[in-house]
């Protein structure tokens, strides 16, 4: 009898934080920042309640493991979300207590690279295929890492 073939599967996990921001770049006037950020660009900053949700997957799927039953052991995963998501960013000051966004505009854009290289950081290498960041449930950032595209 033939070994059963491997059993492919993707995780999925997302948690919630909630943090302030202004949208401001330093390299813009204060008018073209109003222009271009509008009340985004209030000078006392605005609040959301962000989701972020990342897919695990190595290729789109990872082996479950036979003995374990699992592609990721789930206790870690979300150890390294509390560390590379919650620690630095629930309940912060995007702009004033996180050091990455000291020079970087703190755009949905840019809060899913933030997540992507912290975890990036923690994961098993080639693992993680995407970050996606909701701002509210209408603004959603996916991000997969350094792509580029093709002409």
Request: aromatic share 8%; net charge negative.
């Amino acid at each position: 009898m033939a070994p059963p073939a491997a059993r492919l599967a993707c995780i999925s996990r997302a948690v919630s934080f909630s943090a302030c921001h202004r949208l401001h770049s330093k390299s813009l006037s204060d008018e073209e920042n109003l222009k271009l950020f509008g009340k985004c660009n209030n000078p006392n900053g605005h609040g959301h309640n962000y989701k972020a949700r990342l897919l695990i997957s190595l290729l789109f799927s990872l082996q479950i493991d036979p003995v374990s039953g699992m592609v990721i052991n789930l206790t870690d995963l979300k150890e390294y979300m509390q560390e590379a998501i919650m620690e630095p960013l629930d309940h912060k000051n995007l702009d004033k207590d996180v050091p990455y966004f000291a020079e970087v505009v703190s755009t949905t854009e840019n809060v899913a690279v933030f997540i992507w290289e912290n975890l990036k950081k923690l994961l098993p290498m080639g693992t993680l295929y995407k970050v996606k960041v909701y701002e509210t449930d209408q603004n959603i950032v996916v991000y997969k890492g350094e792509e580029t595209i093709s002409e």
